[in-house]
């Protein structure tokens, strides 16, 4: 088992900055991919960006791509995004998850675990 619990969610103006974080326990961290999802009001959970374990290889959204980055600290089990230019579309429940695969980590059914979501709220 895995728990993920995220933090850092808040409310921030358009061309603001936040950064997420998730904090793992559990099993070994380090051999789970992991990626952040997003689910806005009235719409579906979306992907946003993932982490391979297998690789390092990071992948984002293209709505996200060149504003947000993902990271982890597998020291601290820990994950991260950091969120720049921040537009009022931005605006949902971000979610961390894990996978015990490497691959096609864009999809939900992909992962294992998931966090309990933290909100983020961009103004205009």
């Known amino acids: 088992q895995v728990q993920l619990v995220e933090s850092g969610g808040g409310l921030v103006q358009a061309g603001g900055s936040l950064r997420l974080s998730c904090a793992a326990s559990?099993?070994?961290?380090?051999?789970?991919?992991v990626g952040w999802f997003r689910q806005a009001p009235g719409k579906e959970r979306e992907f946003v960006a993932f982490?391979?374990?297998?690789?390092?290889?990071?992948y984002y959204a293209d709505s996200v791509k060149g504003r947000f980055t993902i990271s982890r600290d597998n020291a601290k089990n820990t994950m991260y995004l950091q969120m720049n230019s921040l537009m009022p579309e931005d605006t949902a429940v971000y979610y961390c998850?894990?996978?015990?695969?490497?691959?096609?980590?864009?999809?939900?059914?992909?992962?294992?675990?998931w966090g309990q979501g933290t909100q983020v709220t961009v103004s205009s």
């Open positions: 982490i391979s374990w297998r690789d390092g290889i990071t």
């Open positions: 998850a894990a996978a015990a695969t490497w691959s096609n980590l864009a999809y939900e059914s992909r992962y294992d675990y």
């Open positions: 559990g099993r070994t961290f380090s051999s789970y991919s």
